[in-house]
């Protein structure tokens, strides 16, 4: 019987490898030994056997124990199939390796159009959401084509875009139409998909064998290319900025947020003024998108106030900011900013000063006090007039880490964390909400020595990468010269910044990330306004979430799940938001790595759809010790238990 069961299998899977490879043109010759039914109906049912063979859940297993043994008896790999014909193939994993490599060789030729179209169909074939790795490096690949092309977009479009810092401001925020009709792109894109590819390959184990090498190459070209095209835009940016005296008209100005944007709201109930630093507007917008339920919420672009740093942007955000402010030197190597009769140079004098300059009572947090709040300081906030939350996680991760791997990856939690904050405060009656920034960054791959230049001499007074701050500076390419007079700030300092990308020799100068001069991630902040909508009634319907796991032991750092949103009745909601999280020993040990639909980059939540089955790929992030683990659903709202999957064995083997 077993050797009859595996004839059987063994012709069901040669057969379906060579039915889809001849309908796509390829070569069989290998496989003519191959039994094929003559009519075409008996073929489909063959095709159809197959498929669903590997897509039932308590079949999966079985399907991929006899494709791997299958694959290695005929050396699948030897037969010469060529990865054009194999598109529409699910039969063997090795396929989807070959499809890999011919997609990374398809970036590297040029011809993105041509591997997002195959990247679109294989990220969610069987393989792909079976094998985690497979679905990672295809992830990985899509954002790296949707880079490459909008920054070939971006680069034309810098050619025709008028010259002016207004328009460059415009067209980072809201695009450009294309000039076939193509929808506006905002050059702010490409700095989203950077940052989820850097993310996302910070996530991937490469072999050292050399199985990535295609990967790694292609990883180098996408980073050169989004490095070239930041720069040509900071270069066009600078320019603009010189014409025009560096006044930019139409945007708000980063000074003005408090009197347009916050102080017309105090009086509208209890209010969240949150300052986030090194927030990009690109974060701002994705920040947003997973809030439409239960807020109302806008984002519009200020121009930052140069140099962009922290103690400038932060003052600068401060009440009668807009009335004047002085940049002064503090000592010690640092600058402050003077707003009326009082100098602002750290967190402690900013809040003393907000304190003083804001009606009504008021109670200062970290954002990470809103993570898990005690009793009394959940009381605080119920009885507060104003919430003043600040947060300097980006920043601090991005100066003070050396693994710009784990910088990356701790930035994108920052997100998380903020679209946590909003809904505790909405929770404890806070309705109105403002989110801004001090600053942007920069974050390109480690420079170089030919992008670094030395400092303009005279008396310095600060100096950061991207920006020096002193008296009697010397005149010298490659940077811009000008007195604080002429960036609206008082005061006798001067300003030194560098042209594109280069940046001045000084510690921290070879880090990819990086603040203080001119481009348009480091000048255009993000200002979110968020209202908290009316309560909708509960939903009379019964509303569930089903789990199901894919293998009944966990083998490897990946693996996945499938979780399907049910309502017991005519009522509820099409679709659920979703946080997926796995523990051990009541500590977090993984999250949701990606989803066959609904996954959302910046924050690992997931949007299900109402009684449509999705496949998700769970990543263990830390090494555990216990012999099980448990995987947990929680609402993403009230981050409340929805279904759990318990005492999962693990067996990881290195």
């Not at 695009?175 to 989203?192: H, N, T």
Request: charged share 25%.
């Amino acid at each position: 019987m077993g050797q009859v069961r595996g004839e059987l299998c063994r012709s069901l899977l040669l057969a379906e490898l060579a039915l889809k490879v001849s309908a796509a043109g390829g070569d069989t010759s290998k496989l003519a030994a191959i039994p094929i039914p003559d009519a075409a109906r008996l073929c489909e049912q063959l095709v159809a056997v197959c498929q669903q063979w590997r897509n039932r859940l308590d079949l999966r297993e079985s399907y991929v124990a006899w494709a791997n043994t299958i694959e290695k008896e005929a050396q699948v790999l030897g037969l010469g199939l060529q990865a054009p014909t194999l598109t529409d193939v699910e039969t063997f994993a090795c396929v989807e390796s070959l499809l890999l490599e011919w997609a990374e060789a398809r970036l590297l030729d040029g011809a993105m159009r041509d591997a997002l179209d195959l990247i679109t169909r294989r990220k969610a074939s069987f393989w792909s959401l079976y094998t985690g790795e497979y679905q990672l490096r295809w992830t990985l690949l899509e954002l790296a084509a949707q880079l490459l092309l909008t920054a070939d977009r971006i680069a034309t479009e810098l050619t025709s875009v008028r010259k002016d810092a207004r328009a460059m401001v415009e067209a980072y925020t809201t695009g450009i139409p294309g000039a076939r009709g193509e929808p506006a792109l905002p050059w702010c894109m490409p700095a989203r998909y950077h940052r989820h590819l850097e993310h996302r390959y910070a996530l991937l184990d490469l072999h050292l064998e050399g199985q990535h090498a295609h990967l790694e190459t292609a990883m180098a070209s996408v980073r050169h290319r989004y490095r070239d095209v930041v720069g040509q835009c900071a270069e066009r940016l600078a320019e603009a900025l010189v014409t025009s005296a560096f006044d930019v008209e139409g945007p708000l100005r980063q000074d003005e947020v408090f009197r347009r944007q916050v102080r017309q709201r105090i009086t509208e109930g209890k209010m969240a003024y949150l300052l986030v630093d090194a927030l990009r507007y690109e974060m701002g917008q994705e920040l947003l998108e997973g809030l439409s339920d239960g807020f109302d919420v806008a984002l519009r672009p200020a121009v930052g106030q140069l140099p962009t740093i922290t103690e400038v942007g932060m003052a600068a955000l401060m009440r009668e900011a807009d009335e004047g402010m002085e940049l002064v030197d503090v000592g010690g190597g640092r600058v402050g900013i003077v707003v009326g009769d009082t100098l602002l140079k750290d967190r402690a004098s900013r809040v003393k000063h907000f304190l003083s300059q804001v009606p009504g009572r008021t109670v200062v947090l970290k954002l990470n006090d809103l993570m898990k709040p005690t009793k009394r300081r959940q009381q605080e906030i119920i009885e507060a007039d104003m919430v003043l939350v600040t947060s300097q996680e980006i920043d601090r991760c991005g100066e003070e880490t050396e693994d710009e791997e784990e910088a990356r990856q701790f930035m994108d939690s920052v997100l998380e964390k903020l679209r946590r904050g909003i809904r505790r405060l909405a929770a404890l009656g806070v309705q109105q909400m403002v989110v801004v920034a001090d600053h942007r960054h920069l974050f390109v791959e480690e420079l170089d020595e030919a992008m670094k230049i030395d400092p303009p001499g005279g008396q310095t007074v600060d100096l950061y990468p991207r920006v020096w701050i002193g008296r009697g500076a010397m005149a010298a390419p490659g940077f811009i010269r000008l007195p604080a007079s002429q960036l609206g700030l008082a005061g006798d300092l001067e300003l030194a910044f560098p042209l594109g990308l280069a940046c001045f020799r000084t510690r921290g100068s070879g880090r990819g990330h990086c603040h203080g001069g001119i481009s348009l991630q480091e000048l255009v902040i993000p200002v979110a306004s968020i209202s908290v909508r009316e309560p909708r009634p509960t939903s009379m319907g019964t509303a569930t979430v089903l789990l199901n796991l894919a293998k009944p032991t966990i083998t490897m750092r990946f693996f996945s799940i499938e979780a399907r949103y049910v309502v017991g009745s005519l009522f509820g909601d099409d679709t659920k938001r979703i946080k997926v999280v796995d523990r051990a020993q009541r500590t977090e040990v993984g999250v949701a790595a990606m989803a066959a639909y609904g996954f959302e980059e910046g924050t690992q939540e997931i949007i299900l759809e109402k009684d449509r089955p999705n496949a998700i790929t769970m990543m263990l992030t830390a090494e555990v010790e216990a012999s099980t683990v448990s995987v947990h659903v929680l609402d993403a709202t009230p981050h409340v238990e929805l279904a759990a999957l318990r005492n999962i064995p693990v067996a990881i083997t290195m």
